[in-house]
Every structure is written in C-alpha cells, then in structure tokens.
C-alpha cells in the first residue's frame, strides 16, 4: 500500500500563487507516474499535470505557462508550482501516484482563488 498526503492548499488572490506538496510514503518500490488532479463541486475530476520517472510532462492547457510540475525522487515527493492564479483554478486538488500497475490517490487539498 502507498499513502499520499497533499499539502499547501489554501485561500489566495487572483494572480497570486501557491506550491502543493504530496509525498508518498509506505510500500514504496519504484513510482512511474505522479500528477495532480482536481475537482470542482458535481464534476468530473480533471487531469493538471502529471510527471513521469523521468521528468516528462503533461498538462492540461488550461493550466500550461502558468503551472509547473516537479518531483523528488529521494523524498517521493512531487509539487505543483501554482503563479497567475485565477478565480477558476478554485477546486480539490488531489495528487496521484502510479506504481505497480496501481493508481494511488491522496484525500485532497482545497485551493481557493478569490476574485
């Protein structure tokens, strides 16, 4: 079993910026895969970024030139850089893992973007 805990998410101005952690701890052999993902109140929860082992990205284009995805392998950490924040950004941001064929999910952190 992995465990995922998200940190960093909180209220911020528009424009402002905010950095998300989640690091994974527990049964941990070789992750291929973390991301980011998040979810607005009754919608599907969409894709932010993800990072591979070896440090290939993928964003959604809502958040690409202002959202910045990284990890630490020595820590199984992976962090999203947040700038330019909008109003829109607000929602659950959960981190994900990929290991073994098995996705793992974290319980969320809220990111609020007042106007």
């Known amino acids: 079993q992995v465990q995922l805990v998200e940190s960093g998410g909180g209220l911020v101005q528009a424009g402002g910026s905010l950095r998300l952690s989640c690091a994974a701890s527990?049964?941990?052999?070789?992750?291929?895969?973390m991301g980011w993902y998040r979810q607005d109140p009754g919608k599907q929860r969409d894709l932010v970024a993800v990072i591979s082992s070896g440090g290939i990205t993928n964003y959604a284009a809502s958040v690409k030139g202002r959202f910045t995805i990284s990890r630490d392998n020595a820590k199984n950490t992976v962090y999203l850089q947040m700038n330019s924040l909008k109003p829109e950004d607000t929602a659950v941001y959960y981190c994900?893992?990929?290991?073994?064929?098995?996705?793992?999910w974290g319980k969320g952190t809220l990111v609020t973007v007042s106007s």
């Open positions: 527990g049964s941990i052999r070789s992750i291929n895969v």
């Open positions: 994900k893992v990929f290991q073994g064929g098995i996705n793992y």
